[in-house]
């Protein structure tokens, strides 16, 4: 079946990228996201790439998410090296990342969330699962303007849309 | 002469003229006016007419009590009935109607209401309308809704948008007068994050009407100082036009922002109005008093008003209310107002002053009346003259304006909405906020501390203490001397004018006067909730700001007993009315609600695919073709192909969740009720999950994907309740088990692929053996597609009865494989199909849904008795299980239903009878749970719960939809009505 290639569809394209001076809202390529379950510590959870990132996701629990697709080797080779006891699910096709940034991001991100995003209150590198609207997002704060979130697939646009419109006033 | 513009003063902008319209006519106003205030400057006092009696009224107050001056502001789709004119600020072009007038304002039929008067008493609804009957809906309510109203919303869509948002701080003050003000600055400077709202244009509050001076300053000038500072401070918000509605728990406040309320048109993207969620760790209330108005006869011609909002008018936006005032007053701040008056050269014609003695000296021309009343007022469509008592002698003085103080309420709502009760002060003569609040400070008038000085002291001492609980250090404001400042300290009071002639009213907005109060309690709703009701006080959109104190007042009196033990009524939210839009928020239109797609959608789309909304999920329910007239045609066309060739269809919003750990087998045991212990590795099983009552919870395949890892499908509309489920017996039923659970639904794009042809298409694009030895019913394996291109996980499982199979790959990969399934499976004849198809097909075969697994079935009831495992120790439902109800022979069971008129059809949701019976719910013997045409059949074929079925197959009954009234004769059958023996499934 050598004549029928496989081909990958991501999920956002074709929506156009927002960048003002005061927000920008871009969505992450569609890389690698596993889901790690029974992981006591963070020191304990390994990388598989470079530019992976580790995401707290409640108790023992975590997300390893990076913007390139791991090859079949890759993956095994990373799963293998996984601490004992530990279990992973490749969420890397059920999650979409959307990245947002920008002086104001805290305002824009306030119509959505009821997390006190204050750098205080949610420092970098702080991650937690809430309602963004309607819809339950995984936010993770990146930099002092910069956000990460990580959604259902099946709500990616609908999350995209929101955001947008959230972020008219900063455009 | 009516109210008018004077030469100089005020805070308002004398070069920056507006235009606007009143009832079609044209006026002026300047730049910082309310309309209100551009009304009374262009000499119009009719603003509006009474509720019931259709009342001439004026502009009562400067804020957001007005009772009387609510007007229709807006054309089109942006009309906004009931706005109060002392709210809304003058913008170029405003249109503004006034409301509840026929055919004009100034004459209006509805007057005529004012001679039925002595039919239009309290509890007039109850006495008046009651008989007869029928009359109610269709004269007197339309009546009444035609006489007695407000303004009326439009059916124009509304072009603005509305949002929500959240804000977090340590310190909240609601009120940017001078404690809200200085509490913001004490708590500011050091280093606090505050937010500081006020429900007007410009922050202030008192200070901006005020001719006092503060350490030098003036007052209003002193009030721009502190809010510059404020600006200036990054940890400060500041929201202007923003009112706190509500208290709710965890120290939650909610408010409402009049974004661009001000505005002729709000810029593109900015909302109109924003609802705010503020999460506050500590919170002040400076929201001051309001004034109480006097209850003499005709205290609402059009002039008279609140003497403090007399003095807002003069002062701050330069209006005079005419040049005959006179002012009635139980306090000293009325004097306040006759300095200021005389000074902007208003002549004062008296000040009646209901106390003997005042420890106010005042110096100025008008003459004084102690110890006297205001018993009436006299006039038409404006104040012409007052009838004053004193000594036992009345005598008439001609004014033209009149104010009336009778002293202030603390308006403590916000610190009420949590369930607390007020508490009455005789030494203050005012209900105070609860004494115990946790987190909710009170800081100036709003707890009966008067004066400027006070105020500003006792908001930053406030905010002293709050930060330092927190672990601040503040330190309180020092603004140096006050200068002019009239304290009003504690009234007398005075519930009613006794001898007042004309009708007094209580409750401006709801046409209450005395006398109604009087009537309630002889009727016997003394009581202030029962008089509440009764009369109506106090149940207007002002939900009785300015009518509450003195209707409790008059309670207390009328029955003999103190204010304390009358009481107030129920503190709620909203402290003023928050539209349906902002409510709503962005939650309209487009953004109604989320949308969940499929990785499917757009190939579906791409092949024509009619889509429905289930839940959030859109899903494609047929697909037509050209020369196809109705959904039918291509329902029965998708059937018939999937039985004869293969079809495919997207399955991908079915619950997915995979279950890991080495508890895992035991995990499953537990969960179903039937055996999962040993299900080998590479294998699928149909599975019942039940509640603990008994009662089957859901249905789906769980395949074992290694030792330790099973993957469980569930219905898609329990997908996350089922997960909700298992997450709680793994954490909390049985911690001891290892048990990880994870939601993979969005990770895999799932399609069935079924019929005949189904192993011959999937062949040519999976890498190994699927032939019927090689890969039997019920497998479950993880597949190289394409030569290693992809892996996915097949599954070989039939919703629809033929041989068919379920293929899971990466959902980015989900439409390209698909497409390719299409292309490959063109010369099999394979055709998409829907939820539609996919429906005729399961009802075909008798596979249940939750249109049968509905809440009240048990396995047995669906014919899956022999699944439930007897050798199983527990599982949940087990106990439940065993009651006797559940094993009757008088339950419920599932029967196939055929009409005997293969031409005749019925709908779901028929009851069945027996043949002969009477259509009664009495002779209801079942329902039909589920129906369809099908193709295979040639008739409509249904599913059903009825009594004793299994025992009934053969049987004729009668299909009866009372909805529509149609009777269907039938029969019943055995649920399964196409390859009973499974033959098709195993090939």
């Known amino acids: ?171 | 002469m009516t109210s008018y513009r004077l030469a100089s003063g005020g805070d308002i902008d004398r070069t920056s003229r507006l235009r606007f319209s009143f009832d079609g006519t044209k006026m002026e106003g300047l730049a910082g006016d309310t309309v209100a205030s551009a009304l009374l400057a262009n000499g119009q006092q009719l603003v509006g007419r009474s509720f019931k009696y259709h009342r001439p009224r004026g502009i009562l107050t400067a804020g957001s009590s007005e009772p009387n001056a609510l007007l229709t502001i807006g054309t089109d789709g942006r009309v906004e009935p009931n706005t109060r004119a002392t709210m809304q600020e003058l913008f170029e072009g405003l249109v503004a109607r006034s409301q509840n007038r026929w055919p004009s304002l100034k004459v209006d039929i509805g007057a005529l209401n004012g001679l039925l008067s002595p039919f239009l008493n309290a509890g007039f609804y109850y006495k008046t309308f009651m008989w007869p009957a029928p009359l109610w809906e269709k004269f007197y309510e339309p009546f009444i809704r035609k006489a007695a109203g407000l303004g009326k919303a439009s059916y124009d869509r509304d072009r603005d948008v509305y949002e929500k948002c959240w804000a977090h701080c340590d310190f909240l003050i609601v009120g940017a007068g001078p404690a809200g003000l200085s509490a913001a600055l004490a708590a500011g400077r050091a280093g606090l994050r505050v937010i500081i709202a006020d429900e007007h244009a410009r922050t202030g509050g008192s200070l901006l009407s005020e001719t006092a001076t503060i350490g030098g300053l003036a007052a209003p000038a002193l009030a721009s100082q502190i809010r510059d500072e404020l600006v200036s401070m990054p940890n400060v918000r500041i929201l202007e036009r923003t009112t706190v509605f509500g208290w709710y728990d965890d120290n939650v406040f909610g408010a409402i922002e009049r974004v661009g309320k001000h505005l002729a048109e709000t810029p593109a993207g900015v909302p109109v109005e924003r609802l705010w969620r503020i999460v506050a760790r500590k919170a002040l209330l400076a929201t001051g008093a309001e004034e109480r108005p006097l209850v003499f006869g005709g205290n609402d011609i059009p002039g008279v008003m609140l003497a403090s909002s007399m003095r807002t008018y003069l002062n701050r936006f330069g209006v005079a209310p005419g040049q005959k005032v006179a002012i009635f007053t139980t306090n000293d701040s009325g004097y306040a107002l006759a300095r200021d008056l005389e000074q902007a050269g208003v002549s004062l014609a008296a000040i009646v002053d209901s106390r003997a003695e005042s420890s106010h000296r005042y110096q100025a021309k008008a003459p004084v009346i102690r110890g006297a009343v205001v018993t009436d007022a006299h006039g038409g469509k404006r104040v012409s003259s007052i009838d004053v008592s004193n000594n036992g002698r009345t005598r008439r003085i001609e004014i033209d304006a009149l104010a009336m103080s009778g002293g202030f309420s603390p308006i403590i709502h916000l610190a009420c909405h949590r369930g607390g009760k007020p508490e009455w002060s005789q030494k203050a003569a005012a209900f105070h906020a609860p004494a115990t609040l946790k987190d909710l400070a009170l800081a100036g008038s709003v707890t009966s501390a008067w004066g400027l000085y006070s105020s500003l002291r006792s908001g930053g001492g406030k905010a002293v203490d709050l930060a330092h609980d927190l672990g601040f250090k503040a330190s309180v404001p020092d603004f140096g001397a006050v200068d002019g400042d009239v304290s009003v300290l504690s009234a007398e009071t005075l519930w009613r004018v006794k001898k007042a002639k004309g009708k007094a009213f209580v409750d401006f907005q709801n046409d209450v006067h005395a006398n109604d109060l009087d009537l309630a309690v002889q009727e016997g709703y003394g009581d202030v909730e029962l008089a509440k009701r009764y009369t109506t006080n106090g149940m207007a959109t002002d939900q009785g700001k300015l009518s509450n104190i003195n209707a409790i007042g008059i309670l207390a009196e009328r029955r003999g007993v103190s204010v304390a033990q009358v009481g107030t009524t129920t503190f709620r939210p909203f402290y003023t009315p928050v539209s349906f839009g902002a409510l709503t928020g962005a939650s309209a239109g487009y953004h109604f609600q989320p949308v969940r797609k499929s990785p499917l959608h757009d190939w579906a789309k791409n092949n024509g695919a009619v889509f429905v909304e289930t839940g959030l999920w859109y899903r494609s329910s047929w697909f037509p073709r050209n020369g196809e007239r109705t959904w039918r045609e291509s329902v029965d066309r998708e059937v018939v192909n999937v039985r004869k060739n293969a079809g495919l269809c997207d399955v991908s919003m079915l619950g997915k969740i995979e279950i890991c750990g080495s508890g895992a087998p035991e995990f499953l045991n537990r969960v179903y009720c039937n055996a999962f212990l040993k299900l080998p590795v590479g294998k699928a099983r149909y599975g019942l999950m039940l509640r603990e009552d008994g009662m089957i919870y859901d249905d789906g395949t769980t395949s074992r994907l290694a030792e330790d890892r099973y993957f469980m499908t569930t219905t898609t509309a329990y997908a996350a309740p089922v997960m909700t489920h298992l997450e709680f017996c793994a954490q909390v039923l049985w911690p001891e088990l290892d048990v990880k659970l994870a939601s993979v639904s969005d990770q895999w794009a799932q399609m069935a692929i079924a019929g005949p042809k189904s192993r011959a298409i999937l062949q040519a694009i999976v890498d190994a053996d699927i032939s019927d030895e090689a890969f039997p019913f019920l497998g479950a394996r993880d597949v190289s597609l394409l030569g290693g291109q992809l892996h996915g996980r097949l599954f070989r499982i039939s919703f629809s009865g033929e041989l068919a199979y379920e293929l899971a790959v990466p959902a980015g990969y989900g439409a390209s494989i698909a497409d390719i399934l299409m292309e490959v499976g063109k010369h099999h004849g394979i055709q998409p199909y829907g939820v539609e198809a996919l429906t005729v097909l399961r009802i075909e075969k008798g596979h249940v849904t939750h249109n049968e697994i509905n809440g009240t079935v048990v396995p047995d009831d669906l014919g899956f008795g022999r699944m439930v495992s007897t050798a199983k120790a527990d599982f949940i439902g087990k106990a439940m299980l065993g009651r006797e109800a559940l094993n009757s022979a008088d339950r419920a069971q599932l029967v196939g239903v055929v009409t005997l008129d293969p031409s005749k059809s019925f709908r779901s949701g028929s009851h069945i009878l027996e043949k002969d019976s009477a259509p009664t719910l009495e002779n209801d013997q079942g329902y039909v749970t589920s129906s369809c045409f099908s193709p295979h059949v040639g008739s409509t074929i249904g599913l059903a719960l009825v009594t004793r079925g299994r025992e009934r197959h053969g049987e004729e009954i009668l299909i009866w939809n009372g909805l529509q009234n149609e009777f269907t004769p039938g029969r019943l059958c055995d649920p399964v009505f196409f390859d009973k023996e499974n033959q098709k499934l195993h090939g």
């Open chain 1, 1 to 171: 079946m050598a004549e029928y290639r496989v081909a990958h569809h991501s999920v956002l394209t074709g929506r156009s990228a927002i960048a003002s001076n005061d927000i920008v809202l871009a969505p992450l390529p569609e890389g690698h996201v596993f889901q790690l379950l029974s992981i006591a510590q963070r020191s304990q959870v390994p990388l598989p790439a470079a530019d992976s990132c580790l995401y707290g996701a409640g108790p023992e629990q975590w997300y390893v998410v990076g913007d390139a697709p791991l090859t079949v080797q890759a993956q095994a080779t990373y799963f293998a090296a996984l601490p004992k006891g530990a279990y992973v699910i490749d969420q890397s096709h059920g999650r979409v990342r959307i990245r947002i940034e920008g002086r104001r991001v805290e305002q824009v991100l306030a119509k959505g969330t009821g997390v006190d995003l204050t750098l205080s209150q949610f420092p970098l590198g702080s991650a937690t699962t809430t309602l963004f609207g309607h819809i339950a997002a995984h936010l993770i704060r990146k930099d002092t303007n910069l956000f990460e979130l990580m959604i259902l697939r099946g709500f990616a646009e609908s999350l995209w849309d929101e955001l947008v419109r959230m972020s008219v006033e900063s455009t």
